[in-house]
């Protein structure tokens, strides 16, 4: 793009201070830096073709907020935008609109209507009364939408957000789903809880919940689904009201090999006061809804078929008392046998790192699999030591391993914390003779595989190279 020839230098100054802001809210509507360089384009050229007259640069500020918006609404109503004379380069870079890359990819993850009062409010600092006059919206309206988009931002690191409106409700309370995000292995949704009445007093609400695809349930029945309970958070009452929001992991592989609709039951509600059980209100609502799959992007994954191995003890045990003095802490005596791991491989997306594995052994139980599992993922355990040595088992103390040799993930030499849950697994046997082994997977902290330089899997010394 060219310069305009002798620029009028008050054009140039309002050009150069709003430009970021126009192009802020150009492509938080288009999602493309060549749409929203357009947009800044059409709009800086109608504010230079103009007869208005403003009182300030906050009064040009908002003249060109509200033009940049109703051309983002007219570009997305039509196939083409007509290109005038060129200002100068609007290629703005992305990064530039956020300070946190993260932030700013969660926040293009929302669905438009949320993505403009965030950037508003949060990085042009408009109130929320100002935010409803240049959108036309009603202020409750803005401030629901604001408080929604926060909630919202806590399911974007796992995707783009699919917004829904299924709402049940009784005498008590409404409870709404209002969006779906997630990839191919993992699902997440969010709930919105609004009480009609005063409850007793607590400090912690849960919902009751089974889920399962709607093709599972005609033969399998909601008998044999398990229970969950999940941890709502409250909502300030100066954001839109008293509301609580529930953020819900599905179980994991929840849409594997399904095509069909998602199926949510809530069975209730329990309120806890200082850790006890405080009232409960059985319901019973079903939420159903038809995921939009072209927003679950694929999990990168890459073969890894490395086999492993390691010295796993007879004997282990857990506990929450780490700094006991009565346990052991030098050399452990202990019996040993070398066991094989096979890593087959692993997936990633921005939500998890999941790295797969099978125990190459068929005779043995579930008990001994978790126990070979566990030895191979956990920082630390307890297990037996000998004082007599191994000829005397009776005589032993409890020992703790600090087990260096685990499986860990690093990237661009950064180690990613393992998820907490992981170590709950239990490991499960394939459903043939054709495939006898016990497996499991292990979670990361997720991360952009793609912009990592090096992603590697430590074991010990051993270094499993996957970029």
């Known amino acids: 793009m060219h310069r305009p020839s002798n620029p009028d230098d008050r054009f140039m100054q309002i050009y150069q201070k709003f430009r970021n802001t126009v192009f802020g809210i150009a492509f938080n509507y288009t999602k493309s830096n060549a749409d929203a360089c357009d947009i800044v384009q059409e709009v800086f050229m109608r504010f230079l073709s103009g007869k208005s007259t403003f009182n300030d640069d ?19 109503m039509s196939s083409w935008i007509k290109h005038t004379v060129s200002l100068v380069d609007q290629t703005i870079p992305i990064e530039d609109k956020l300070e946190d890359p993260n932030l700013f990819h969660a ?27 240049l959108l036309g919206a009603r202020e409750g309206t803005v401030k629901v939408r604001l408080s929604r988009a926060r909630k919202m931002l806590n399911l974007a690191d796992a995707g783009i957000v699919q917004e829904l409106d299924l709402v049940h409700e009784n005498d008590a309370f409404a409870l709404k789903l209002i969006a779906f995000t997630g990839d191919t292995e993992i699902q997440k949704a969010l709930f919105e809880l609004k009480l009609k009445k ?15 695809p709607a093709e599972y349930i005609e033969p399998h029945g909601w008998d044999s689904v398990r229970q969950w309970e999940i941890a709502g958070s409250k909502l300030n009452a100066d954001e839109g009201g008293d509301a609580y929001y529930f953020n819900y992991t599905f179980p994991p592989y929840w849409m594997q090999n399904t095509t069909g609709d998602m199926v949510i039951r809530i069975l209730g509600l329990r309120l806890y006061h200082h850790g006890k059980l405080a009232a ?15 927003i679950l992007p694929e999990p990168v994954k890459i073969a890894v078929n490395r086999m492993l191995e390691k010295d796993i003890y007879d004997e282990m045990s857990f506990t929450d008392d780490y700094e006991n003095m009565h346990l052991h802490r030098g050399e452990v005596s202990a019996l040993k046998t070398k066991r094989l791991l096979l890593i087959t491989d692993i997936a990633f997306t921005r939500y998890k790192a999941r790295v797969h594995a099978t125990i190459p052994e068929e005779a043995i ?16 355990f307890l297990t037996h030591h000998y004082w007599d040595g191994l000829d005397n088992p009776a005589a ?10 685990r499986l860990r993930l690093f990237a661009d030499g950064v180690e990613l914390p393992i998820d907490e849950a992981s170590l709950d697994i239990v490991p499960e046997r394939g459903p043939s003779s ?15 595989y793609e912009k990592a330089q090096t992603v ?10 996957l970029k």
């Not at 926040?107 to 006059?133: D, N, Q």
């Not at 032993?396 to 040799?405: D, G, K, M, P, R």
Request: aromatic share 14%.
């Open 396 to 405: 032993f103390e409890l020992a703790i391993v600090e087990n260096a040799e």
């Open 58 to 76: 906050e009064h040009i500020k908002a003249w060109l907020i509200q033009v940049t918006i109703n051309e983002c609404k007219r570009h997305l």
């Open 456 to 465: 590697e899997i430590r074991f010990g010394d051993e270094v499993i190279a």
């Open 280 to 294: 409960s209100m059985d319901c019973d609502f079903e939420y159903r809804f038809t995921p939009e799959r072209s």
């Open 365 to 380: 139980s579930e008990s001994e699999a978790t126990k070979i599992m566990h030895q191979f993922i956990q920082p630390r």
């Open 434 to 448: 054709e495939h006898p082994y016990y497996s499991f997977h292990v979670e990361y902290e997720g991360f952009d």
């Open 107 to 133: 926040v293009m993850a929302l669905p438009l209507k949320y993505r403009t009062p965030i950037h508003l409010h949060y990085y042009e600092g408009y109130s929320v009364s100002e935010i409803a006059s």
């Open 198 to 212: 005063n409850l007793v007093s607590f400090d912690e609400i849960r919902l009751v919940e089974k889920s399962l």
